[in-house]
């Protein structure tokens, strides 16, 4: 079975500072892995995803994961944290199967980011 | 293009009654997927369509939860009858289905039930 732990429901950082979501995963067989950001009232919105390439994976709005097989991790970063990344986001984790790409979410981490 | 889109966007309800919700994947898309997001929870999936056929729907309350694609395009999930542990966020999603590792949603119906 796969799972994907996100570490912290609720994170905060000053505006400028340095993002940092944690997310760690389980998984029997090769994962995808991925980012979604969940404005309220929307829906959720593809950041990045991780598919066996590159480990380093940068997404839209200056977001990058890096994936780390020796620690079952896919954290999400992003520099400088702006006002307009107030969000939850959410990790997610998939492998192929017979029917295709079965998502499986986390829980979510809520970041607030203040001035 | 245009996205993924869901009507209503937000239900309330009593328990035992019934609601139905609809989604139009975007032009193109074969694969279309239902979603319940509970407060405080990631989205599960309820269903997934492949065209018309179902290709999941291993965590789909079948005594009261029914979903159907019938002419491969929109799709309506019903839930009858509904209860309070109902209330969540419900999202459709659809892909290519040579590209099922990237999901478009749209916005949600939120359902509250009384």
């Known amino acids: 079975a796969q799972s994907v732990t996100q570490l912290g429901s609720h994170v905060s950082v000053s505006e400028g500072a340095l993002v940092l979501l944690r997310c760690n995963y389980s998984?029997?067989?090769?994962?995808?892995l991925f980012w979604y950001v969940q404005y309220p009232n929307q829906g959720l919105q593809l950041l990045l995803k991780?598919?066996?390439?590159?480990?380093l994976v940068k997404g839209i709005n200056g977001f990058e994961a890096e994936f780390k097989k020796s620690e079952t991790s896919f954290h999400l970063t992003k520099p400088s944290a702006h006002m307009s990344d107030a969000a939850e986001y959410f990790c997610?984790?998939?492998?192929?199967?017979?029917?295709?790409?079965?998502?499986?979410f986390g829980t979510g981490t809520q970041l607030k980011v203040e001035l | 293009e245009a996205g993924v889109a869901q009507s209503p966007r937000y239900k309330i309800i009593e328990k035992r009654q019934s609601v139905a919700f609809w989604c139009n994947p975007i032009?193109?898309?074969?694969?279309l997927y239902w979603y319940q997001q509970i407060l405080g929870q990631g989205p599960k999936l309820l269903i997934q369509?492949?065209?018309?056929?179902?290709?999941?729907d291993s965590q789909l309350p079948k005594d009261r939860f029914s979903a159907e694609r019938l002419k491969g395009v929109d799709s309506t999930l019903k839930i009858q009858p509904a209860k309070l542990e109902d209330s969540a966020v419900y999202l459709c999603?659809?892909?290519?289905?040579?590209?099922?590792?990237?999901?478009?949603f749209g916005p949600g119906t939120r359902l509250t039930v009384l």
């Open positions: 999603a659809s892909s290519l289905a040579s590209r099922q590792d990237t999901q478009y």
């Open positions: 032009s193109g898309h074969a694969t």
């Open positions: 998984s029997s067989v090769p994962p995808y």
């Open positions: 991780y598919t066996s390439a590159a480990t």
């Open positions: 369509f492949q065209n018309n056929g179902v290709v999941d």
């Open positions: 997610a984790v998939s492998f192929r199967t017979g029917g295709g790409n079965k998502l499986t």
